[in-house]
């Protein structure tokens, strides 16, 4: 049976409808649901289904509403700085341990090690956790930079790595270095600025570095 050009407009709205339904990310969340919900409103008037078509329309106004208040919504980004044996802090990498695996596998936490350690907050609610310590040549080793999926939109990353270079200057460090331990979290530092050095390490250098807003 061939399928025409609008049922396949009618398919593809669905499924984009569908799989922003399985989006854990607002951002993503409302883009892909934007699209699918222009889709299906093309879909409607093209077939004459006014109700459809309508309705999928301010379906879309709505996603561009949010888009834009996402967009422009100024947050608070703040520091919690941490004690190594800070409970909570335990009880929040055991419960996340199966996510933190997918992009650290094999990452065991090791209180002696950390000496910079604090949760990112973004207006007052824990964003992320980031744990480091400091090694030879004034070089901070990242073991653990995570980020709860809600909040995958970079602005984590671009405050620790831009926002807070200076206080990382003002402690003695001229580099941050990171292993890619997995595939999402080596993309994740090439986008914020990260290189690969000789060692097969990715490196940052706070010296030279120029920060930018986020």
């Not at 044996?85 to 695996?101: P, V």
Request: charged share 20%; net charge positive.
């Amino acid at each position: 049976m061939e399928i025409s050009l609008l049922q396949w407009i009618g398919y593809l709205a669905s499924i984009a409808i569908a799989l922003s339904m399985t989006m854990s990310s607002i951002l993503k969340f409302r883009w892909i649901n934007l699209f699918g919900a222009l889709t299906f409103s093309t879909y409607g008037f093209l077939i004459g289904a006014w109700p459809v078509g309508f309705l999928n329309a301010f379906i879309a106004l709505v996603d561009i509403y949010y888009l834009n208040s996402i967009y422009s919504k100024k947050e608070v980004f703040e520091i919690l700085e941490l004690r190594p044996e800070n409970r909570y802090l335990i009880r929040f990498l055991e419960f996340h341990k199966k996510d933190i695996d997918k992009f650290f596998p094999g990452f065991i936490y090791k209180p002696e090690m950390n000496t910079v350690s604090f949760f990112v907050l973004r207006n007052m609610a824990v964003a992320g956790v980031f744990l480091a310590h400091r090694d030879q040549n004034h070089c901070l080793s990242v073991g653990l930079d995570f980020v709860l999926p809600e909040y995958r939109d970079f602005k984590n990353g671009k405050y620790i790595y831009l926002r807070l270079r200076d206080r990382f200057i003002n402690e003695g460090f001229t580099k941050i270095v990171a292993e890619g331990n997995s595939e999402k979290y080596s993309q994740y530092l090439s986008k914020l600025g990260f290189q690969k050095n000789a060692e097969g390490l990715f490196e940052k250098s706070l010296v030279s570095a120029h920060p930018t807003g986020v």
